[in-house]
């Protein structure tokens, strides 16, 4: 338990600080650049890190057998959101977009709907739901007081969230068949392609500032590199399901980051938006239960607006096809 509690800290302090280094990052370098530097320092690294482990040749070949899923991967896992989160925090502070990201185990239940239709559909879980929609509407703030854009900052986390979700079911059905350290390396370096020529495109006119500079060495190596490798051991020692803890925990380190090094704010909405965000992730994810009753007479009124989504999603269960 000891060691299982020290890894789930370091991963989310990790992928927490990210969203502080993301923001020194894109101080000075646009969102683009930043992120195919990210992509391409921490795919090195882990490639690096491959080669040591199964040698240069196995690492060779076993990239080139999983190059479809790693080229999903990249786009879904890497590129999209990376960039997304990289342009929401020139517009809001690396604390909202932490709170933000919370969202990610309520939209892995929504597509899980449609593509792992196996778990059972409770009240309590479509409660969650309703809270965690509730969560990011007063995040993002009715009538904000930062402006318009603030609001499109934090949806374009809130969107990369979806993307993030999307990735976890495909990872999900590619990792029996292909190791997590070739994913995570083959995702990486796919990505930086992706990325490259949107990087090159806006490259900065003068030298970065070495804050900047700094941001996007330690979101390569800390926040990509080093976390997923924290991420695959903690998938092969503990398995998915209390890996993924990890939600909770994020957005904490994030707004703790944010007041102590870059003096930001956390504001009423913030606090109100994070409690129902983890509140909804606790009750959609199974973690936290309520007694039967009081789950049906809260829930009721969400059932019925939102029942009809599996429908919408349909009922038949798709065929998937295991990658050889």
Known sequence: MNRYWSLLLVLAGSWGASYLFIKL???????????????LIAGAVLLGYLVAVSGARQAASDLRASWRST???????AAVPFWLIGWGEKHIDSSVAGI???????????????????????AARWLGVALGIAGVAVLAGFNPSHG???????????????????SGIYGQLRVGTVAGPVLATGSMLAASVMLLPF?????????????????????????????QLFLYRMLRLY?????????YLMPCFAVLYG???????????????????LGGVGLGSGAVRLRRR??????????????SAKAMWGRKRPRLRTQQ
């Open 259 to 277: 007041a102590l090094l870059l003096d930001e704010g956390v504001s009423t909405s913030a606090l109100a938006g994070l409690a129902l965000i």
């Open 100 to 122: 933000a990201q919370a969202t990610v185990p309520l939209f892995s239940f929504l597509l899980g709907l449609r593509f792992l239709p196996n778990e059972r559909i409770s």
């Open 25 to 39: 990052a894109v101080e000075d370098i646009e969102p683009a650049p930043a992120m195919a530097a990210r992509t």
């Open 71 to 77: 080229l999903v991967l990249g786009a879904i896992n």
């Open 148 to 166: 318009w854009w603030a609001v499109a900052g934090t949806m374009a986390v809130v969107a990369s969230s979806v993307s993030y979700a999307l």
């Open 199 to 227: 990087g090159l495109a806006q490259l900065p006119d003068e030298v970065p500032g070495w804050r900047a500079i700094v941001g996007v060495l330690a979101l390569a190596l800390l926040g990509t590199a080093l976390a």
């Open 294 to 307: 009081a789950i049906e007479a809260a829930a009721t009124p969400t059932i019925r607006l939102m029942g």
């Open 239 to 247: 398995g998915a399901r209390r890996a993924s803890l990890v939600a």
